[in-house]
T-cell receptor, first 116, second 109 residues
Framework: DGGITQSPKYLFRKEGQNVTLSCEQN?????MYWYRQDPGQGLRLIYY???????QKGDIAEGYSVSREKKESFPLTVTSAQKNPTAFYLC???????????????FGDGTRLSIL | KNEVEQSPQNLTAQEGEFITINCSYS?????LHWLQQHPGGGIVSLFM???GKKKHGRLIATINIQEKHSSLHITASHPRDSAVYIC???????????FGTGTRLKVLA
């Protein structure tokens, strides 16, 4: 079955460490997205990518970095510069604007990141 | 004021009750997406609609573009419907998602 796989499900970070969250999709989607979810708030966009080797900052990109070397993969690194990284992180993908503007996003099961 | 507002924030119902969750938005949209988030955190797509009404099983979604309002109805609710329901709009022109804060539904047996 096609879908989005995020790993790990739970992740713990020590102060000063960088950690990388994995997101893989086999839906043949061009576009991929990273969101952060905090209690009582809607999902907020961190980074998105419409095509391989290209990505743009979202609304809350500070302290995060991404890469898009393969169509299927869009890893997110939470750097030590992110002062409040404890949150639930969701990856999503869509056909993308290049093939169909406003297409529905499909979501993974998320990674919960906590600070030790 | 948030661009996408959902009400109520929390809802507790008895099994079998008819449930309505509301979503109002203040931006121009190309479509609206209803999502369900399970207790484990994963998000599932329910409906994407840009006009009228859609139905799937016990779920019905409606949208009124002129009034900038959408509703999600659940008929004959069941404890397995307990989840957070999220309304998201896809903005016209930029095609970005803006999410509501969600409605937490608990259905008691």
């Amino acid at each position: 079955d096609g879908g989005i796989t995020q790993s790990p499900k739970y992740l713990f970070r020590k102060e000063g460490q960088n950690v990388t969250l994995s997101c893989e999709q086999n839906l043949n989607h061009d576009a991929m997205y990273w969101y952060r979810q905090d209690p009582g708030q809607g999902l907020r966009l961190i980074y998105y990518s419409q095509i391989v080797n290209d990505f743009q900052k979202g609304d809350i990109a500070e302290g995060y970095s991404v890469s898009r070397e393969k169509k299927e993969s869009f890893p997110l690194t939470v750097t030590s510069a992110q002062k409040n990284p404890t949150a639930f992180y969701l990856c999503a993908s869509s056909i993308g604007e290049l093939r169909g503007a406003g297409s529905a996003q499909h979501f993974g099961d998320g990674t919960r990141l906590s600070i030790l | 004021k948030n661009e996408v507002e959902q009400s109520p924030q929390n809802l507790t119902a008895q099994e079998g009750e008819f449930i309505t969750i509301n979503c109002s938005y203040s931006v121009g949209i190309s479509a609206l997406h209803w999502l369900q988030q399970h207790p484990g955190g994963g998000i599932v797509s329910l409906f994407m609609l840009s006009s009228g009404k859609k139905k799937h099983g016990r779920l019905i979604a409606t949208i009124n573009i002129q009034e900038k309002h959408s509703s999600l109805h659940i008929t004959a609710s069941h404890p397995r419907d307990s989840a957070v329901y999220i309304c998201a709009v896809i903005t016209s022109g930029t095609y970005k998602y803006i999410f509501g804060t969600g409605t937490r539904l608990k259905v008691l047996a």
